[in-house]
């Protein structure tokens, strides 16, 4: 039976492990995902030597980055990105072969693209940790401009307490990379001058736990076009597999 599987930590309930599952059950796939909690990076040998059926690994906070080194090749995109989230394993032997992949990018731009008009031009990303740079990645090939958003002074950013009306007027696209508004602290939200956002305003949020974020409620009161990160995570899987079953 091939295994797939999940590494990070710490890992609570997984979006992944319950998809392929079900995935494996409904196509009558023999494989099984699975969950590797692993409290350090170095760990992911151990993984691959107790795990001779492993084909394919997720990766998730905080390894995105941390991994790169361990890898055999890194996709263009990925490398670009600078962050890994989908790992295809290959054997031959006792040659075990490592190549990473960035499926968030690809999850993002399908998710987005849709409900991109004209008016939008230029984006803010709130937030500056792995997923971030996939954002970015994906807006900058859709040909938005964009800007970092931190809480902190850092090269290339701006801070919330920065960001006027007029910026939100102009970065009309703004999503949230940041865990604000997750459950179970639903009641917290980006510090944003939300009474500036109109019906151009689009508000993306990579939460999907809740549904709708306050963050998502607080522009829809202003008549923003608002998405949750649902789709995103149902397209990155898809992403997954394909990556796994590919032999480029």
Same mark, same amino acid.
């Given at each position: 039976?091939?295994?797939?599987?999940?590494?990070?930590?710490?890992?609570?309930?997984?979006?992944?492990?319950?998809?392929?599952?079900?995935?494996?059950?409904?196509?009558?796939?023999?494989?099984?995902?699975?969950?590797?909690?692993?409290?350090?990076? #170095?760990?992911?040998?151990?993984?691959?030597?107790?795990?001779?059926?492993?084909?394919?690994?997720?990766?998730?906070?905080?390894?995105?980055?941390?991994?790169?080194?361990?890898?055999?090749?890194?996709?263009?995109?990925?490398?670009?990105?600078?962050?890994?989230? &989908?790992?295809?394993?290959?054997?031959?032997?006792?040659?075990?072969?490592?190549?990473?992949?960035?499926?968030?990018?690809?999850?993002?731009?399908?998710?987005?693209?849709?409900?991109?008009?004209?008016?939008?031009?230029?984006?803010?990303?709130?937030?500056?940790?792995?997923?971030?740079?996939?954002?970015?990645?994906?807006?900058?090939?859709?040909?938005? #401009?964009? &800007?970092? &958003?931190?809480?902190?002074?850092?090269?290339?950013?701006?801070?919330?307490?920065?960001?006027?009306?007029?910026?939100?007027?102009?970065?009309?696209?703004?999503?949230?990379?940041?865990?604000?508004?997750?459950?179970?602290?639903?009641?917290?939200?980006?510090?944003?001058?939300?009474?500036?956002?109109?019906?151009?305003?689009?508000?993306?949020?990579?939460?999907?736990?809740?549904?709708?974020?306050?963050?998502?409620?607080?522009?829809?009161?202003?008549?923003?076009?608002?998405?949750?990160?649902?789709?995103?995570?149902?397209?990155?899987?898809?992403?997954?597999?394909?990556?796994?079953?590919? #032999?480029?």
């Amino acid at each position: 039976m091939d295994i797939y599987g999940l590494i990070g930590y710490p890992l609570g309930h997984s979006f992944s492990i319950s998809y392929f599952n079900e995935k494996f059950q409904n196509e009558n796939i023999n494989a099984r995902y699975v969950n590797f909690e692993i409290p350090n990076i #170095e760990d992911l040998r151990e993984v691959l030597d107790s795990n001779p059926d492993l084909k394919g690994l997720n990766v998730t906070i905080p390894y995105k980055q941390k991994v790169i080194p361990y890898l055999d090749e890194v996709s263009p995109e990925a490398r670009a990105i600078g962050a890994v989230n &989908v790992i295809r394993i290959t054997r031959k032997g006792r040659n075990v072969k490592l190549k990473g992949f960035n499926s968030d990018v690809i999850g993002f731009t399908q998710s987005i693209e849709p409900l991109l008009e004209k008016c939008h031009k230029k984006a803010l990303i709130l937030g500056t940790g792995g997923a971030s740079k996939a954002i970015d990645y994906g807006l900058r090939s859709l040909g938005l #401009e964009t &800007v970092f &958003v931190s809480r902190y002074q850092r090269p290339d950013t701006i801070q919330y307490e920065k960001i006027t009306p007029d910026d939100i007027r102009e970065y009309n696209v703004i999503v949230n990379c940041t865990p604000l508004g997750m459950y179970p602290k639903v009641d917290t939200c980006p510090n944003l001058p939300y009474e500036a956002m109109d019906r151009s305003t689009l508000l993306y949020d990579l939460i999907y736990n809740p549904d709708e974020t306050l963050f998502m409620k607080r522009g829809l009161t202003r008549g923003a076009t608002v998405k949750n990160g649902l789709e995103m995570l149902l397209l990155q899987a898809f992403a997954s597999w394909e990556f796994w079953q590919s #032999e480029d």
